[in-house]
């Protein structure tokens, strides 16, 4: 499993794109909350999506369960932006502003 690193660049933030961040935590923090909750569901779907390796629905919990704490965490640290979040955050605005 890869560990996110902080963003060790200086960037200064408006506080909306800040939210914004905080929302996409929040929304990514209910999915994995659900998944953890119904992994022999979850399972099913990532299967269906093209999941090729072999899981378990005890690995999909589990591996929710270590997206949850990580993102409770990031939660409680607003003004942390990290790597990971903030190239979602940018994809997100680039399907935006292209329509799709």
Same mark, same amino acid.
Do not use: C, F, W
């Given at each position: 499993?890869?560990?996110?690193?902080?963003? /060790?660049?200086?960037? /200064?933030?408006? #506080?909306?794109?800040?939210? #914004?961040?905080?929302?996409?935590? &929040?929304?990514?923090? %209910?999915? =994995? %909350? $659900?998944? &953890?909750?119904? +992994?022999?569901?979850? !399972?099913?779907?990532? $299967?269906?999506?093209? !999941? $090729?390796?072999?899981?378990? &629905?005890?690995?999909?919990?589990?591996?929710? !369960?270590? $997206?949850?704490?990580?993102?409770?965490?990031?939660?409680? #640290? +607003?003004? /942390?932006? =990290?790597?990971? #979040? !903030?190239?979602? =955050?940018?994809?997100?605005?680039?399907?935006? %502003?292209?329509?799709?």
């Amino acid at each position: 499993m890869m560990n996110a690193a902080k963003l /060790v660049v200086d960037v /200064v933030l408006d #506080e909306e794109t800040i939210s #914004e961040i905080a929302m996409l935590r &929040a929304i990514r923090l %209910e999915h =994995y %909350e $659900k998944m &953890a909750h119904n +992994p022999h569901d979850a !399972l099913a779907l990532l $299967k269906q999506a093209g !999941l $090729k390796e072999d899981s378990t &629905a005890a690995q999909v919990a589990a591996n929710a !369960l270590t $997206k949850v704490q990580q993102l409770k965490s990031r939660l409680s #640290e +607003p003004n /942390v932006i =990290y790597e990971d #979040e !903030l190239t979602m =955050y940018v994809h997100t605005l680039s399907v935006d %502003e292209s329509g799709s």
